[in-house]
């Protein structure tokens, strides 16, 4: 069963990013996977190369998940902005949020799995939530080694895959001491408890129950990596899931979805779909209606 529930979550990650790259095509948006020896810890690569040739800035909504994000910024040259230096922000933020993307800008983004920034480059997410009001951080401010030669490496080329390349060799080297030493561990407990966290069907008395840990270890642990608790992460994943079924499959029944997402009910769905989106299972579903009426009368 479990095996079944992953195929199919795998399957509608797929469909996600086929997605984007129709829907964002005017973004010049690309998806790269990582490394194997990285994949414990980050998501995905993202790559977007706006066209110069836009009337304006392409405002662009996005949902939480768990996941934070390193993000590049690399002007285009002939932008009229106040500077044209590139720069690197953490996004740690876990709530909607929209980003206009400005015609002639390059964009790289590195998404981590939850809990994939502390084990990678030190960031506890929980602390800076503790002292900050702030999501969007300076990387400056991490003192993350090598950041500013990585960057400007990076603003050396606008070939995704050489700019990947680097980036990747820069994450390795990051974590080489610790392997050096043969104290660093494929994955740590976070990161190894996710994909069983994450299936819709789990619940976390049994979750719980599997665990080398006690539950209040666990917990701390994990807020400190991740910034959220388990359930918080487990609610946030249920609604990504729920999203996507209903971008997939519009016409699909909300009862239904929100039993194959791990909600007791429809009323549960509805609850928490709204507190992550800000709009209804009904009125997402109406909107996904609309884009496919749209796109198949064209």
Partial sequence: MVVALQYRTDLLEIHRFTRFESSLAHLGFRHFQPLASLRPWVHRYFHLQVATNLPQSIEQTF?????TSLQFYFPAPSLN???DEPKVVF?????????????????????????????????????????????VIEATQLHLPGLNQLLSQLADTNQPMQRIAQLEQWLLQLIKPQL?????????IVQMSLPRLIQPQTRLENFYGQLALSRRQFERRFKQETG?????LQQLNRVKIARDLLSQSPELNLAQV???????????????????????????KKRKMSQISNLTQC
Avoid: K
């Fill in 63 to 67: 949902y939480p998940d768990g996941g």
């Fill in 91 to 135: 996004h740690c933020g876990q709530s909607l949020h929209s980003h206009a993307f400005v015609p002639g800008i390059e964009q790289m983004i590195v998404r981590f799995h939850p809990g994939g920034a502390f084990h990678l480059l030190g960031i506890a997410v929980q602390e800076i939530q503790q002292t900050s009001s702030h999501t």
């Fill in 258 to 284: 929100a039993f194959d997402c791990g909600f007791y009910d429809q009323a549960h769905l509805h609850q928490h779909f709204v507190r992550v989106t800000q709009q209804t299972p009904g009125q997402y």
């Fill in 228 to 232: 959220l608790s388990p359930a918080q």
């Fill in 180 to 188: 050096d030493r043969g104290t660093w561990s494929t994955a740590g």
């Fill in 81 to 83: 902005t106040n500077s």
